[in-house]
């Protein structure tokens, strides 16, 4: 303890008599409003209305081709 009343008795507080007392401003959290992202990016929507329709012309091409096999097997 007497390590510290020592250290008291070296540093004494010091408030102006005149004038302006400052003191620094300490940085608290700030709440703001959420931002809403969305579930999907735009590009991952692209990608899948693109191979969805891949899938498509997929099976209109394999429909065409089943049509075309079929009238020739009834020859």
Known sequence: MPYSS???SMFREVLP???QLSMEDVPTMVLCK???LPLKSV???KLEKM???AQEIIKEQELALK???QPERAE
């Open 6 to 8: 020592s250290l008291k």
């Open 17 to 19: 008599k005149q004038g």
């Open 34 to 36: 959420p931002k809403l």
């Open 51 to 53: 191979q969805q329709e």
């Open 43 to 45: 590009m991952l929507e």
């Open 67 to 69: 049509e075309q096999q």
